[in-house]
């Protein structure tokens, strides 16, 4: 049993380009959701999904874009990154709302 | 979102309980109390989980005022590998994966 699987675990980027992270779970979980963890801070929601085609924003969606074709994944588009957005970037997933909810282990992105 | 606020760090003995404490003075009769703690370089692991009542398991237990404005992360027996950075949030029922993380407590667990 896998969990949630996040790919890759590291990435660089220059400013202005393009970049999808991967976010996979296995655990048949209907919850999907992004985080981002700046240095020092809690974790930020990005955007959040409760089934596949049905995505929400969270509290900082601005230059993020998601989709849930399937209920296995929930990809996460950088349209056009920014120094901003360097971060570390943390898929989770749960089978229901009140229950607890599984990570990964993180893509650390970095944007010159 | 109802806030919790939470001390920065602790320091702990190996082998000693670690109590660690909660307030949520604004919380909603909905609202669980979720711990979740984060080990260097890894993603959040949840810890426990509750309502109204004290919860255990085989990793914490988890004591709740009866006010339900503050709770208590109790570890029995601090490890070395407790060592982490403990969040309580307040998690309302139907919010899906909609965890609010604070800043946490560092525990610093020593020899």
């Known amino acids: 049993n896998a969990g949630v699987t996040q790919t890759p675990k590291f990435q660089v980027l220059k400013t202005g380009q393009s970049m999808t992270l991967q976010c996979a779970q296995d655990m048949n979980h209907e919850y999907m959701s992004w985080y981002r963890q700046d240095p020092g801070m809690g974790l930020r929601l990005i955007h959040y999904s409760v089934g596949a085609g049905i995505t929400d924003q969270g509290e900082v969606p601005n230059g993020y874009n998601v989709s849930r074709s399937t209920t296995e994944d929930f990809p996460l588009r950088l349209l056009s990154a920014a120094p901003s957005q360097t971060s570390v970037y943390f898929c989770?997933?749960?089978?229901?709302?009140?229950?607890?909810?599984?990570f990964g282990q993180g893509t650390r992105l970095t944007v010159v | 979102d109802a806030k919790t606020t939470q001390p920065n760090s602790m320091e702990s003995n190996e082998e000693e309980p670690v109590h660690l404490p909660c307030n949520h003075s604004t919380i909603s009769g909905t609202d669980y109390i979720h711990w979740y703690r984060q080990l260097p370089s890894q993603g959040p692991e949840y810890v426990i989980h509750g309502l109204t009542s004290n919860v255990n398991n085989r990793m914490a237990s988890l004591a709740i005022a009866e006010d339900r404005k503050s709770s208590t992360l109790i570890l029995h027996r601090a490890t070395l590998r407790d060592a982490a950075v403990y969040y309580c949030i307040l998690r309302d029922s139907g919010t899906a994966s909609k965890l609010t993380f604070g800043t946490g407590t560092r525990l610093q667990v020593t020899l």
């Open positions: 989770a997933s749960s089978y229901e709302d009140d229950t607890e909810a599984f």
